[in-house]
């Protein structure tokens, strides 16, 4: 019989949902207060989870919720890019699944 995996889960910060760890792509803010994209998860530095869908980046971008979150000012192109990178996500899980079984 096999076992059933526990599937970690993470808070959106959008949504304010608990959802599983491979639904989210983590923001990192370093020690320098750089702010990027971890598609690892692996970074070091404090992170916060955004739903893979676009309207939760966008709204991410119009309210600029990761200012708040990390306290800090991050500059316009940082939404512009996560907004493409969540794009580019979501038509990858359209194109190859979720890779789960």
């Given amino acids: 019989m096999a ?4 599937i ?10 608990m959802k599983p760890k491979k ?6 803010k370093n020690k320098e ?7 690892t998860g692996k970074k070091s530095g404090r992170g916060a989870y955004l739903s893979l869908e676009v309207a939760a980046a966008k709204k991410a971008q119009g309210e600029r919720i990761f200012d708040q ?3 800090i000012k991050i500059p ?8 493409k990178y969540v794009d580019h ?3 990858r899980r359209e194109l190859f699944g979720d890779g789960t079984k």
Avoid at 8 to 17: A, L, N, Q
Avoid at 23 to 28: C, D, G, N, P
Avoid at 33 to 39: A, F, K, L, T, W
Avoid at 76 to 83: D, H, R
């Fill in 76 to 83: 316009a192109q940082f939404y512009e890019e996560l907004v």
């Fill in 33 to 39: 207060d750089e702010v990027s994209i971890d598609p």
């Fill in 3 to 6: 076992r059933k995996r526990k």
């Fill in 23 to 28: 639904e989210l792509v983590r923001i990192v």
């Fill in 89 to 91: 996500q979501a038509a």
């Fill in 8 to 17: 970690p889960m993470r808070k959106d910060i959008v949504s304010g949902e």
């Fill in 69 to 71: 979150v990390f306290g």
